[in-house]
């Protein structure tokens, strides 16, 4: 008899040790408590501390294996459907964008919470500029606020802030606390958020070349040298460590790039979840990842 409460009270204390800090970590994300959920999440873990330790073992010398099971480093975001959840609803555009933005902002601290570092959305398209003025300018008002709003968080979290674009169009007000944002974030090293604000993949190829060009009319560098690191470095991405994204998730369904990142995308796993942007909740983003990770694991083959 006394054995069995011995037995009993070992196995409750695991028990306990195993689900104390799931409760703890999940808080913190705001990840709803549900058992898929924990699951999904002791894969996660377990998967990059298993990275750890291989790494740890023989660094300088990771093994595809290794990198191919982790994270990725940059996950880029194509928001789409704030129009179509708001119709659905019965509600106007401009709430489905202020919808779309909240969820935009809970799923970049998530992302930074897990340890994926950098994260650039595909916030406003060259395209978007068709729009009724209506819309645009709710959106630009929208970048404005939450750009405002969320200042201290940026500062608190040391993320770094880049917009990348053809910042011509951009209004004044938007563009003085685009630049106050980069300045006031541009020493934080390790967390990364790239808004494209008037981005199209396009241009940042066709802004590359004009630029290798006139440095190679100037002299300053010889036409043998140019190469895929020195291309790289001229496109807007060389804002970040990791100008390549691992993967990018297109939500509402549609399966394009759109003219997103086209040189940066040749190697990226592309996700295409069925549910709109502002549906895209913590459930939906942890699928995302864990897929991610079986893909790497089956397709991980690559040059
Ligand atoms: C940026 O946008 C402006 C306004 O539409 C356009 O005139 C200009 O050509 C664009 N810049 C580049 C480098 O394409
Ligand atoms: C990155 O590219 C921009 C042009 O898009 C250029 O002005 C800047 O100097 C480049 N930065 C680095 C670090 O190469």
Redesign the pocket.
């Known amino acids: 008899m006394e054995q069995m409460v011995y037995i009993v009270s070992v196995v409750f204390t695991c028990l306990a040790l195993l689900i104390i800090p799931v409760i703890i970590i999940t808080r913190r994300l705001s990840v709803h408590l549900s058992f898929k959920n924990i699951l999904r999440f002791i894969k996660l873990v377990a998967s990059q501390l298993d990275d750890e330790e291989e790494n740890n073992e023989e660094s300088g010398t990771i093994g595809e294996e290794d990198k191919r099971r982790r994270l990725p480093k940059h996950v880029a975001i194509i928001l789409d459907g704030n129009r179509r959840w708001a119709e659905k609803r019965g509600l106007g555009t401009s709430e489905g964008h202020q919808a779309g933005a909240r969820r935009l902002i809970e799923n970049a601290k998530d992302c930074f919470a897990m340890g994926i570092n950098t994260v650039s959305l595909f916030a406003f398209s060259t395209e978007n500029w068709a729009r009724p003025e209506d819309e645009v300018n709710g959106l630009m008002a929208l970048f404005e606020k939450h750009l405002r709003s969320e200042m201290a968080f940026f500062r608190s979290d040391k993320i770094k802030i880049s917009v990348i674009g053809?910042r011509?169009?951009i209004s004044q007000s938007l563009l003085g606390l685009i630049t106050e944002a980069e300045e006031a974030t541009k020493n934080y090293e390790e967390k990364h958020l790239i808004i494209a604000i008037?981005y199209s993949g396009r241009?940042d190829i066709?802004?590359a070349c004009?630029s290798l060009a006139e440095k190679a009319k100037n002299g300053l560098i010889q036409v043998e040298d140019i190469d895929e690191d020195v291309m790289e470095k001229e496109l807007m991405t060389n804002c970040s460590e990791f100008p390549n994204p691992d993967l990018l998730i297109r939500t509402s369904g549609e399966q394009r790039i759109s003219n997103f990142f086209l040189w940066q995308s040749a190697y990226t796993e592309l996700y295409f979840p069925n549910v709109l942007w502002p549906d895209f909740g913590e459930a939906e983003y942890l699928e995302a990842l864990t897929w991610y990770q079986q893909r790497q694991r089956r397709f991980g083959l690559r040059v």
């Open positions: 053809n011509t169009k008037d241009f066709l802004q004009k």
